[in-house]
């Protein structure tokens, strides 16, 4: 069980073991997208997306080495588009094997002794949840989520993996759906839209095939960066990300670009509380522009920031285990 009050902020770089692409990876699969005349016909189909604008956009986007949501800041005429092509590259990345198996690391290699094969965070994460458990007392764990992922991988395998264990547990799914809400999620920006227990009537399910009415509902649920701060979900989602932090002992960035707009969006450091213990990170693969960005805007009078240069499972499991 998680006994201390704890906050996972979690970024791309959390999802990217799961078959999430990262910074200029979700760069080229849009611009992959763009030029395809399958895509071309989906997005005519269900948006009525002309392919003269389509083009357009992958013409000026590709003499723009930035990020997608980046650019699409700048170029809010783009803004709906960009959202649908944001839901065409992530959806195929939604198998399931992914989460379950997909995770198994090759062994190190054996010019390379000093690096060792990581596992699934999600693993650590679920292994910390259920230790010393029951299903009566597994609503006890003080753990919280707070995301800007789009993907729904962690939502989905807690309950694709808490469900076999506690199945002779519950008569009514509602029961093990409410022991399931105890871990809240938010999702500061959004998703690829409700799972089929989250919402019957407006499901999208976790698999990598796509369909109009599903492209539909997740070009809907997805909210830019740059439409946070007049997006009233957004808004209702970062006051309850605010309650998160200000009740937290423990916070942990994992993954996490640290953009500085997110950073001040998020203020962690005039919401949490007094009560805040450790404030720590993952840095893998930060440049020095945003780390230093970050430093200042994560600095703390009574909680030091502490960066560590490695990758999520590897931060969880030997550095700041969640108990």
Not at 121 to 144: A, G, P, Q, V
Request: with cysteine.
């Amino acid at each position: 069980m998680i006994s201390v009050p704890t906050v996972l902020i979690l970024g791309a770089g959390a999802s990217k073991p799961y078959g999430f692409p990262i910074g200029d990876e979700l760069r080229k699969k849009v611009l992959n997208l763009a030029s395809r005349g399958e895509c071309w016909k989906m997005l005519k189909d269900t948006f009525s997306y002309e392919k003269s604008l389509i083009n357009k956009f992958r013409s000026d986007y590709l003499r723009t080495p930035i990020s997608i949501d980046a650019f699409l800041e700048k170029r809010s005429d783009y803004m709906d588009l960009g959202k649908a092509l944001i839901a065409m590259a992530l959806l195929p990345c939604e198998h399931s094997y992914r989460i379950f198996e997909g995770w198994i690391q090759p062994p190190r290699p054996q010019d390379h002794p000093q690096e060792k094969s990581t596992g699934s965070w999600y693993e650590l994460l679920y292994n910390s949840l259920i230790m010393d458990t029951t299903f009566e007392t597994f609503r006890d764990n003080k753990l919280s989520i707070i995301t800007f992922n789009y993907d729904r991988s962690l939502k989905y395998f807690l309950y694709e993996s808490l469900g076999p264990l506690y199945k002779s547990d519950f008569k009514e799914q509602s029961e093990f759906i409410d022991i399931l809400n105890a871990v809240q999620i938010v999702h500061v920006y959004g998703n690829l839209g409700p799972l089929p227990w989250e919402d019957e009537n407006g499901k999208v399910e976790y698999s990598p095939e796509i369909s109009a009415s599903k492209l539909c509902l997740a070009q809907n649920n997805i909210t830019l960066l740059s439409e946070g701060q007049h997006c009233e979900k957004t808004q209702q989602n970062l006051a309850a990300a605010y309650k998160l932090i200000n009740a937290a002992k423990n916070i942990y960035f994992l993954g996490f670009g640290y953009h500085t707009e997110n950073l001040k969006r998020l203020d962690v450091t005039s919401h949490a509380s007094e009560q805040l213990s450790t404030l720590a990170g993952t840095s893998k693969g930060l440049d020095v522009i945003k780390y230093n960005r970050a430093k200042e805007l994560l600095k703390k009078e009574y909680t030091r920031m502490e960066w560590k240069n490695c990758c999520v499972y590897d931060f969880l499991h030997d550095m700041y285990a969640l108990e």
